[in-house]
């Protein structure tokens, strides 16, 4: 057991490149005197899991330590392709709650680019929320021709995200944070995303505030990356987005990785494992030891992580580097060397750029996590009223929609309900269409209330008798009751509609 003086970190070198540049990274701690202040624990996970059919790809014995330590440390690790296996990042990152992705894009001496050659420093972080969205990976064919993918976004999950974008951005001084969008078409999703944005940043009025839509966005960063400090986005644009943003600072290679969560945080290497320069000692561990370094941060030992910051600077600017990367006509180095070059740099600052300020003492502050026996997020602040208004019901079949609607109308006789709207792939297609929308089979027909004193007065009973009755003629392949919450629609319209 550690002394509370020291922390436990749970380490997974990973698969591929992993062993490799975890070795070189966790050479240079040590050299780094990291290893007075942290005990590493190596944790099963990756290939070698899966291969014995554990679809997790990590045992049980990693889950505990894991749990019981609150960090991980970890190379990257390949996914099985096909076959049931998950992505084990985004498995770890959902299981144990790390909901926000923080990375940090800065400009590094020695790293090429086109913003480096034209002297435009980028220096920004991004924010992305790591659990929600489609990564909610919940899709179903739901007909012959038609899959579909369910984006979960919740209100609490949006306030996990946005307030730690503020905090992170209070503490490291940044000025202004941007959340990146696309409610001008999701309305609901992003909608709620950006609401809760805004509302969340009431409480920083010190942080200037700042909306942008993703397309523009991506468009912006290409042209003036310089403008943005602190981006915080839903999933998987964020995800997008990010990977944008590496390769304005020389790629994947340079951009570490954490993801927090309230109790449980994991810092890793962004990239794959590399699997053509595998055991050949050439993978670069930059990436690996910046989110080693962000990590040595998070647990307070602050001096070590600017000591081997203003190390690997000063290496970079002397023009050590792997193949991936530098001048070709200084020969490269391997793994092991370059990791050599860093700690011969160690104490060493950075000339041609502002070194990280050095504190003169450190102490670890994380305290590992205690197991929770409440679940915070499960609970609601806001009182609303919801009422049943309606249903959408998708039906496969290729009847035109007119037809459709014609013995849809039939069928509803004598319940609550009138048939408002039938639409195909978002469109509506009836009452009003154009015949140049063209049809897949599944099409959504929509149920409403038709004399509103009843609104607030019938449950769902009628919906789902509505529901089986259509079902004795069409094959039912989606339903949802459409709901109203204080009066205001909780639902969007059909294009066109
Ligand atoms: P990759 O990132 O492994 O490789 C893409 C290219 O970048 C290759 O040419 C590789 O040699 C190079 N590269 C990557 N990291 C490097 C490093 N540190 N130093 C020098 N060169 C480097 O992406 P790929 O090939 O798409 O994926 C390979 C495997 O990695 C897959 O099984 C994938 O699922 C997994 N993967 C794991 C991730 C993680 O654990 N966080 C992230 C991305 C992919």
Redesign the pocket.
């Known amino acids: 057991m550690s002394s509370p003086s020291k922390v436990t970190i749970a380490l997974a070198p990973?698969d591929?490149?992993g062993p490799e540049?975890m070795d070189a990274c966790l050479r240079i701690f040590d050299a780094a005197g990291v290893n007075e202040h942290v005990d590493f624990t190596t944790v099963e996970m990756g290939q070698s899991v899966f291969a014995t059919g554990e679809s997790r790809g990590m045992t049980d014995e990693a889950v505990e330590t894991i749990e019981s330590c609150g960090i991980l440390y970890k190379g990257?690790?390949?996914?099985p392709i096909g076959g049931g296996g998950k992505?084990?990042?985004v498995t770890l990152r959902k299981t144990f709650g790390a909901f926000a992705n923080l990375r940090h894009f800065i400009s590094l001496p020695g790293v090429d680019t086109v913003f480096s050659r034209a002297g435009v420093p980028v220096d920004m972080y991004i924010v992305r929320e790591n659990v929600e969205d489609t990564y909610g990976g919940v899709e179903h064919r739901v007909t012959n021709d038609v899959v579909e993918c369910k984006r979960l976004i919740s209100a609490p999950g949006c306030d996990q995200v946005c307030q730690f974008a503020f905090q992170t951005a209070k503490q490291l001084g940044i000025e202004q944070v941007h959340c990146g969008h696309k409610a001008n078409i999701m309305k609901m999703t992003d909608g709620l995303f950006l609401s809760r944005f805004r509302t969340l940043g009431e409480d920083y009025p010190d942080i200037e505030k700042a909306d942008v839509i993703i397309d523009a966005l991506c468009m912006n960063l290409v042209l003036k990356p310089q403008v943005y400090k602190m981006i915080v986005l839903p999933n998987l644009q964020g995800d997008i987005v990010s990977d944008l943003a590496a390769g304005l600072v020389g790629g994947?290679?340079f951009a570490p990785s954490a993801n927090i969560g309230d109790q449980i945080s994991i810092f890793?290497?962004?990239?794959?494992?590399?699997?053509?320069?595998a055991g050949k000692g050439?993978?670069?561990?930059t990436?690996l030891l910046l989110s080693g370094i962000m990590m040595l941060r998070h647990v307070g030992l602050t001096r070590c992580a600017a000591v081997i910051e203003n190390a690997l600077l000063a290496t970079l600017e002397s023009g050590v580097h792997?193949?991936?990367f530098g001048d070709p006509d200084v020969p490269a180095v391997g793994t092991s060397d370059f990791a050599d070059a860093v700690i011969a740099h160690l104490g060493k600052h950075p000339s041609g750029q502002e070194a990280r300020p050095v504190p003169e003492s450190q102490a670890v502050s994380f305290t590992p996590p205690t197991r929770p026996s409440v679940n915070e997020m499960m609970q609601t602040f806001t009182q609303v009223n919801a009422n049943i208004v309606g249903c959408d019901i998708t039906v496969e079949t290729t009847l035109t929609p007119l037809d459709l609607a014609q013995r849809l109308e039939r069928v509803a006789m004598g319940t609550p309900y009138k048939l408002t709207m039938i639409s195909n792939r978002g469109t509506q297609v009836w009452p009003s269409g154009s015949p140049y929308t063209e049809l897949v089979d599944a099409q959504r027909v929509r149920f409403e209330i038709e004399d509103k004193h009843l609104i607030g007065r019938i449950g769902q009973g009628p919906t789902v008798h509505l529901l089986s009755r259509i079902a004795e003629k069409f094959a039912i392949v989606g339903f949802v009751p459409l709901r109203e919450y204080d009066g205001e629609r909780g639902f969007s319209l059909a294009q066109g509609q």
């Open positions: 990973g591929g490149i540049i990257p690790m390949g996914t992505s084990i990042n994947l290679g890793e290497a962004v990239h794959g494992t590399a699997p053509d320069i050439l993978a670069n561990p990436s792997t193949g991936d």
